[in-house]
T-cell receptor
Framework: ETGVTQTPRHLVMGMTNKKSLKCEQH?????MYWYKQSAKKPLELMFV???????ENNSVPSRFSPECPNSSHLFLHLHTLQPEDSALYLC???????????FGPGTRLTVT | QKEVEQDPGPLSVPEGAIVSLNCTYS??????FMWYRQYSRKGPELLMY????GNKEDGRFTAQVDKSSKYISLFIRDSQPSDSATYLC???????????FGAGTRLAVHP
């Protein structure tokens, strides 16, 4: 595997379900990110991790819970989501400094 | 006022045309400027990265930054149908990790 990988690529879940999104980067980077991309809106930064420590939480509702066990892996745990949470969730990584970010293919999430 | 403004398009051009994509921004502290290309159902791919004002060229792509006007551009020469995608501008003041994105411009290059 190369670059940034994400699983699953597609996810349909009910409002009462619990699921997790997984991201893995094979670039040797120190920082990892979760973004939300909704139709016709700019990418919204959700969380930032540097060297496994969370350095940014962009006022994300608690029904989204990130986890970063090491610099290569990032998870987004989901529970009791709302239909408006349906979107493409993108993971990215960057070397220290963060201005060059590399994205994974995303998980297309549909909440029913 | 949004920090970064980008015309959503769609922009439709014939193959071989020169394409100009633009973003304006309001925060004069931005110093790092990027262009990403996003194909349908894929993640954004970093195309161009520039620091401060000036031009940067890479093959058929040229990125231009005019900090005095708070305006950045991406030019695509000899456009190809494979260039059909959404192009996102992004910028940062260099504060650790924070990128601000435009909403993206959809480009269609028809044969």
């Amino acid at each position: 595997e190369t670059g940034v990988t994400q699983t699953p690529r597609h996810l349909v879940m009910g409002m009462t379900n619990k699921k997790s999104l997984k991201c893995e980067q094979h670039l040797g980077h120190n920082a990892m990110y979760w973004y939300k991309q909704s139709a016709k809106k700019p990418l919204e930064l959700m969380f930032v991790y540097n060297f496994k420590e969370q350095t940014e939480n962009n006022s994300v509702p608690s029904r989204f819970s990130p986890e970063c066990p090491n610099s290569s892996h990032l998870f987004l745990h989901l529970h009791t989501l709302q239909p408006e949470d349906s979107a493409l969730y993108l993971c990215a990584s960057s070397p220290g400094g963060g201005t060059e970010q590399y994205f994974g293919p995303g998980t297309r999430l549909t909440v029913t | 006022q949004k920090e970064v403004e980008q015309d959503p398009g769609p922009l439709s051009v014939p193959e071989g045309a020169i394409v100009s994509l633009n973003c304006t921004y309001s925060n004069s502290a931005f110093q790092y400027f990027m262009w990403y290309r996003q194909y349908s159902r894929k993640g954004p791919e970093l195309l161009m990265y520039t620091y401060s004002s000036g031009n940067k060229e890479d093959g058929r792509f040229t990125a231009q930054v005019d900090k005095s006007s708070k305006y950045i551009s991406l030019f695509i020469r000899d456009s190809q149908p494979s260039d059909s995608a959404t192009y996102l501008c992004a910028m940062s003041h260099g504060g650790y990790n924070k990128l601000i994105f435009g909403a993206g411009t959809r480009l269609a290059v028809h044969p």
